[in-house]
């Protein structure tokens, strides 16, 4: 059974850089089935793709973050990352990582079947 | 980016009541659409793609249908671990935008 399991500081001050790291247990991070996603959900709101990553190392973002985020990862440690730059009090939400898996048939990913449980992240000074 | 909007926003109903939430995409999306299932502080959890495709361990009484711009979420008989707040997301775009969400709950 694939898990994820976001980590990483749960207070960010503005202006700084948010960083958070999944680790992915269960299954290879290295599948070639797979992309690896970060969506966020700021409190009693929707959900906001912010990008994935594949484990080439080739990247799609939220032309909405884009200029502001970075996705890595790290195969050795079975692990993908998050950083969001400049972030400000509108970047507080809680930040899942999920895995982003392709349809027989169809090239590109499809739908999000396995989340982490999220990891609540605060901007504030 | 492809706009997804929900209807109702939210609804009341009871156990055994058959429950059916709308999801419409701005432009066509063909069958590229999934419903998740989400309740208070936890994450998502997939229960149809491609519109109509039951994600394995989904009880039965879900279902989905449509295609091009409408779809349709359907719970057949509620149970009460079924009151949550229930997303469409469209993946035939990057970026994959959901929907508002539609909440659940018990009248």
């Known amino acids: 059974q694939v898990q994820l399991q976001e980590s990483g500081p749960g207070l960010v001050k503005p202006s700084q850089t948010l960083s958070l790291t999944c680790t992915v247990s269960?299954?290879?991070?290295?599948?070639?089935?797979?992309?690896w996603s970060w969506i966020r959900q700021p409190a009693g709101k929707g959900l906001e793709w912010i990008g994935r990553?594949?484990?080439?190392?080739?990247?799609n973002y939220n032309p909405s973050l884009k200029s502001r985020v970075t996705i890595s990862v790290d195969t050795s440690k079975n692990q993908f990352s998050l950083k969001l730059s400049s972030v400000t009090a509108a970047d507080t939400a809680v930040y899942y990582c999920a895995r982003d898996s392709i349809l027989t048939g169809y090239p590109d990913p499809y739908y999000f079947d396995y989340w982490g449980q999220g990891t609540l992240v605060t901007v504030s000074s | 980016d492809i706009q997804m909007t929900q209807s109702p926003s939210s609804l009341s109903a009871s156990v055994g009541d058959r429950v059916t939430i709308t999801c419409r995409a701005s432009q066509s999306i063909s069958s590229y659409l999934n419903w998740y299932q989400q309740k208070p502080g936890k994450a998502p959890k997939l229960l149809i793609y491609a519109a109509s495709s039951l994600q394995s361990g989904v009880p039965s009484r879900f279902s989905g249908s449509g295609s091009g711009t409408d779809f349709t979420l359907t719970i057949s008989s509620l149970q009460p671990e079924d009151f949550a707040t229930y997303y469409c997301?469209?993946?035939?775009?990057?970026?994959?935008?959901f929907g508002p969400g539609t909440k659940v709950d018990i009248k």
């Open positions: 269960g299954g290879s991070i290295s599948s070639g089935s797979y992309y």
């Open positions: 997301q469209q993946s035939y775009s990057t970026p994959g935008t």
């Open positions: 990553i594949y484990t080439s190392g080739s990247t």
